[in-house]
């Protein structure tokens, strides 16, 4: 079972590019997210999806925009790269779990170094 | 903001040995999970346990236990007889319908 794919799983940008980084499940689920993981901070919300055509903004959204087409893909689009967007980023797609909750499964995450 | 606070950056035990690894959270519902992830330098996130804040008996998964602590707000992760396999950080993680809040993780070393 492939679960969540995220491409690419590595990439170096220059500052000013953008990129669209890919995420698909295959799990049917409702929710997705997308997470950046830096040194010492654990990982960090960047945006949401409860569904196809709805999406909103988590703890980190600035410089990056998101989309929800369909239900299997989430990508995440960077805007106009900078350095302080350097960082692993985790796609994850979740479950819901009891009322209101849910249960998250990650990407291998892709690690973005911006020059 | 619902925080989620793990004390320890560091621990090392001893192959064999039980390690605990302390969480504490803050959260204004009364129906929400608890989950532990362990990332290996693989940087695969693999959930470990989780735990349903409405059940009041600790989960369990082979060798890894926690200690719910539902009014002190504490959610401590026991691993047993530990194996260089279980070498990882650990992230203690509470659920939420507007995604998961992620403590800063612990570095679990170990010692053959």
């Known amino acids: 079972n492939a679960g969540v794919t995220q491409t690419p799983k590595f990439q170096v940008l220059k500052t000013g590019q953008s990129m669209t980084l890919q995420c698909a499940q295959d799990?049917?689920?409702?929710?997705m997210s997308w997470y950046r993981q830096d040194p010492g901070m654990g990982l960090r919300l960047i945006h949401y999806?409860?569904?196809?055509?709805?999406?909103d903004q988590g703890e980190v959204p600035n410089g990056y925009n998101v989309s929800r087409s369909t239900t299997e893909d989430f990508p995440l689009r960077l805007l106009s790269a900078a350095p302080s967007q350097t960082s692993v980023y985790f796609c994850?797609?979740?479950?819901?779990?009891?009322?209101?909750?849910?249960?998250?499964?990650f990407g291998q995450g892709t690690r973005l170094t911006v020059v | 903001a619902q925080t989620v606070t793990q004390s320890q950056p560091e621990m090392s035990v001893q192959e064999a040995e039980t390690v605990t690894l302390s969480c504490t959270y803050d959260?204004?519902?009364?129906?929400?999970?608890l989950f532990w992830y362990k990332q290996p330098p693989s940087r695969q996130m693999i959930l470990v346990i989780r735990q349903e804040a409405y059940k009041q008996q600790n989960a369990t998964e082979n060798r890894f236990s926690v200690n719910f602590q539902k009014a002190a707000k504490s959610f401590s992760l026991k691993i047993s007889d530990s194996q260089l396999g279980d070498a990882a950080m650990y992230f203690c993680?509470?659920?939420?319908?507007?995604?998961?809040?992620f403590g800063k993780g612990t570095h679990l070393i170990i010692q053959p």
């Open positions: 994850a797609s979740s479950r819901r779990v009891g009322a209101g909750n849910t249960e998250a499964f």
């Open positions: 993680t509470r659920g939420g319908a507007d995604g998961l809040t």
């Open positions: 799990m049917n689920h409702e929710y």
């Open positions: 959260t204004s519902e009364s129906d929400y999970y």
């Open positions: 999806s409860v569904g196809a055509g709805i999406t």
